[in-house]
């Protein structure tokens, strides 16, 4: 059973479904079916599913409640899923984790999306941001 704050959605409309739903009830298409290679990624694809759970991160990020983050946890899980490559969705998922306290995940994550586009300065930024909070946590105070 899905928890209340996370809902499927059809990868064609983007419309709401039931996990039991074979079609969409919205669009009629056929939900069982396997996804076309060409809509598994790149996440650039603004209509690819990777595209749309990015998005839904994006939003549940914003929340900043505990359902938020892990909304968007989920939802960067998902995207990654569709697209591992998706170097943006590797940041954002380090973001949620860096703000739910778990920062060597955060940094995994970081380091993913740096492996993926060395060229992600916010993933840079980000990384560096969580080694130094990692590293002031493991220093003892005197």
Avoid: W
């Avoid at 396997?34 to 990020?61: C, L, M, V, W």
């Avoid at 505990?66 to 590797?90: K, S, T, V």
């Amino acid at each position: 059973m899905l928890d209340g704050f996370f809902s499927l959605r059809c990868p064609d409309c983007g419309e709401k479904i039931k996990e039991e739903e074979r079609y969409c009830p919205h669009c009629g298409i056929d939900l069982d079916a396997p996804i076309a290679p060409t809509e598994r990624g790149p996440g650039d694809n603004e209509n690819s599913p990777a595209r749309q759970h990015f998005k839904a991160a994006q939003k549940g990020y914003e929340i900043t409640t505990e359902a938020g983050l892990r909304d968007a946890l989920i939802n960067c899980d998902l995207a990654l899923q569709y697209d591992p490559n998706f170097a943006d969705a590797h940041n954002l998922r380090g973001l949620a984790l860096d703000e739910m306290g778990r920062i060597e995940e955060a940094i995994a994550a970081y380091r993913k999306a740096l492996q993926l586009n060395p060229d992600l300065g916010e993933a840079r930024i980000n990384l560096e941001d969580a080694e130094a909070e990692l590293a002031s946590q493991s220093v003892p105070e005197l």
